[in-house]
Each structure stands twice: as structure tokens, then as C-alpha cells.
């Protein structure tokens, strides 16, 4: 016999309305879950755990105002017991693995969202971690692999504003040798082809970000 099974509350954070909105729907078709909040930044994300403390918070992890890294680490230093799972639209983000470091017991691609995203609530709801097998190899691969030092991400923000070489030697106070070194190792520990995939990867992963 099945005992009574309390519903699972969710509050979902993310800038884009149509994803608050898809979750909102696929949830709507299952009886145990329903989503109790939903909030478009970091800042009303806190406000709104504060006020609900919902079982399962899916975060999003680049939003305006507060990021959802930044979110979750004061979520989790108030309420440790919080258990959040982090909304990505790339595979390897760094962000994502920013995210997991703060606290986030849960990944979920936005692409996957409909597949994956009620297995996922209920494993959290369980107090259980929930990581694709695929996607947890990933992010192994790439707390290795995405290590670019200090230095290299400056370059690559650098080739991203628009720098030539001749410019980022000029304006790191190095030899343009010594500018082509670092973009050798950035491109091949980012498996970039050439200067604007890697600036692509880059800006995919959260390592850096474009200007406005």
C-alpha cells in the first residue's frame, strides 16, 4: 500500500519567462510537484527561499542583478539543508561547476529540461544528488581540462574585446611571442580550432563574457 506522499515544492529561478513558464507546464502534469515561486534574478531568489523554503530550487546560474552562483551560496550558508539544482544551457560550463562547488546537488541542460527535469526534482526531493552519467564525466573532464590560469583568461577576455596581438602585448606589457604562447595552450586546453572558437567556448563555459 502507498502511503500519502506530500508534494514537492519548487521555485524556479530564471530571467528568461519562457523557461519559468515551460517548467511551470511540465510540472503542472504531475500531482506530487507543484512550483510554489518563480523569480527572474539571484536577489529575488534569495528573498523568495526566505519566504518558502520550497523543497527543490532550480537555479539558473547568468542572470542580471545577482548571478545564480552567488544565489546559491547564500542560500546554502543560511539554509545548508537547501537542495538546489542548477539550470545550464551549455554542457561544461564553468559556471554550472562554480554552482556545484557552492552547493548545487543537481545539473540540468535546458535542452534536456523535459526528459530529465521531474526525474531530477524528485531525486533532490529525496535528498539525493542527481547528475547525468554523461554530464558528470563532462564536468570531471573539465575541472581538469578548463584550467586556464589567471593570465590566460585575461588574454582570452582580451582577444574577446577585440585586441590584436600586437595590442595584448602592448597592453599586458609582454613580447607578442609571449601572447601567441598563451593563446597555443588556451586554445588547447579549450580544444579551440582557432581565436574566435575559443572566445566562443570561452564565453559558452563562463569563463569570460562578451562586453556589452
Keep these: 500500500m502507498v502511503g500519502f506522499k ?5 521555485l524556479v529561478v530564471d530571467d528568461h519567462p519562457l523557461i519559468r513558464e515551460g517548467i511551470t507546464a511540465v510540472v503542472g502534469g504531475f500531482e506530487d510537484i507543484s512550483v510554489v515561486g518563480e523569480a527572474s534574478n ?14 527543490v530550487t532550480l537555479m539558473d546560474v547568468q542572470m542580471p542583478e545577482l548571478n545564480g ?4 551560496s547564500s542560500i546554502m550558508s543560511e539554509f545548508p539543508q ?3 539544482a542548477v539550470l545550464t544551457t551549455y554542457r561544461g560550463d564553468v559556471r554550472a561547476l562554480q554552482a556545484i562547488k557552492a552547493g548545487a546537488r543537481g545539473y540540468l541542460l535546458k535542452s534536456t529540461l523535459r ?22 564525466a563532462e564536468l570531471a573532464a573539465h575541472i581538469d581540462q578548463d584550467g ?13 574585446d577585440g585586441l590584436s596581438n600586437k595590442e595584448l602585448a602592448v597592453a599586458l606589457a609582454i613580447g607578442e611571442d609571449t601572447v601567441k604562447g598563451h593563446l597555443s595552450k ?16 570561452g564565453v559558452q563555459r563562463g569563463i569570460i563574457e562578451l562586453s556589452q
Design 69 to 72: 552562483i552567488g544565489a546559491i
Design 186 to 201: 588556451i586554445m588547447d586546453k579549450l580544444g579551440a580550432n582557432n581565436r574566435t572558437h575559443a572566445v566562443i567556448l
Design 82 to 84: 537547501a537542495r538546489i
Design 115 to 136: 526528459h530529465e527535469l521531474i526525474e531530477t526534482i524528485r531525486a533532490l526531493a529525496a535528498g539525493k544528488r542527481h547528475f547525468p552519467p554523461e554530464i558528470a
Design 148 to 160: 586556464l590560469s589567471p593570465r590566460e583568461v585575461q588574454v582570452l577576455q582580451h582577444v574577446a
Design 42 to 55: 539571484g536577489l529575488e531568489a534569495i528573498r523568495l527561499y526566505r519566504a518558502m523554503q520550497p523543497d
Design 6 to 10: 506530500k508534494t514537492i515544492t519548487v
